[in-house]
């Protein structure tokens, strides 16, 4: 039963009932339907009759479910399964939270509408496209911190708020503790190399998989898909040897046989310049041969986290236009929007992170502490001096009071909502962290 109509009546392996309200939409694995469950409504996805006999061991892949769905979701992020419905006429479906209002899945931020001359979807500020980054990069931290790797992992996976940059998981029902293959038949164009080759999926080839979205979530265009690998007619072969043999990154400063050009690889080649030089570093490296061949050396997590975090805070509303632009700390650059110059003499440096002294930027609990912390909880703001802007001052916004100490060895203290002005040497205490102007 690969068709489930209204009113439609199932039980799951608890014994509970849930009932069919509406279709929702459908995919290569199955349908999906708004329910009522218990009295509440939420989401059955159910599987095609076709797919479960495509499966190289359905009854292993029903177990793996029934073991997620004990063991629990890694963070509040996904769409976890929650309960497992009961075998009926050769498949079954499994039961998960609805989507709220206000999420867009990653695909419309990846289609141009030629009617609004936009993408689909797009992201209402840089600062919004980051904290998506962020939090697709935790998402997949704590999914590997819990012992669990991705089956089949696609830009159909993440339904993103654009305002917030907030990111629900979904299609966990691919997701393994022990990466064994269950012949889930994903998309070639975001599996690591090995991976399409036919090895087994783990948290390394889902590193690499982790590359491609945040590549595309900056770009729009694929990293892999330049002149050398779009023929004019793509084969199976072809396909396996693009994304598995021979895998060559468009902007490769070793490698140009695949390089971008102007009519497939527009964003990429506008934004690469545009985006800070270790952000483009740790492309090259998920992309280049010591990522793309064994022994597949991948970029980590936290080592993503570090940069989209670092770049967030150096995202900046332009005092001349007012739109978003990039700045360093010790460095005169240029808006990217409107050429006007923007001059950042020093910053604020705490053991793990650095912030530029800035009007407007942002420090995050995470920046500021020793070891791990929150990063989208805010605990200060850089403010200008609304008579002179060239003072820069620290803006308390935890419910606790700082401690400053100054050059001459004095203490004072700020307290939530009071500020310390920027000056060098200065030396702030938040909490247990401490920070040095410069």
Known sequence: MSELKNGF????L???????????????????????????????????????????????????????????????????PEELSEWIDGTFGYIMQLRPQGYEELTRFLIWDPKKRCMKAKFSSITAR??????????????????YSYQDLNNGNFFINPTSGDVLICDNDNVSERGVNFGIAGKQRYMAPEVVLGGAPDKRSDRFSLAVILFRMLFVEHPLEGKYSTPPCMTPELEKKFYGSDPVFVLDPDDDRNAANNQLNTNT????????????????????NESVKP???RVIERTWLDAFVRMRSEVVACPHCGKETFISEGYTASCMYCGGPLTCRGGIKFKRFEVPAFGGVKLYDGQVRETEGDFHEIVAEIVRNKKDPSKLALRNLTKSSWNVKLPDNTVRTVEPDGVMPLIKDFVVNIGSAEGTVF
Request: charged share 25%.
């Open 130 to 147: 980051c904290n998506a980054a962020i939090n697709i990069i935790e998402g997949f931290r704590a999914l590997h911190n819990d012992g």
């Open 14 to 80: 608890s014994g509970s009932e849930f009932t069919v309200l509406e279709f929702l939409g459908g995919g290569g694995q199955g349908n999906v339907y708004r329910i009522n469950f218990g009295g509440k409504e939420m989401a059955l996805k159910w599987y095609h009759k076709s797919t479960v006999e495509k499966m190289k061991d359905p009854k292993q892949f029903y177990a793996n479910l029934e073991a997620n769905i004990r063991k629990g979701a890694p963070t509040k992020a996904f769409l976890w």
């Open 9 to 12: 009546k199932g039980k799951t």
């Open 295 to 297: 022994p597949y050396d």
């Open 269 to 288: 080649l506008r934004f690469w310049k545009i985006y800070p030089e270790y952000i483009r570093e740790l492309f090259i490296k998920s992309f280049g």
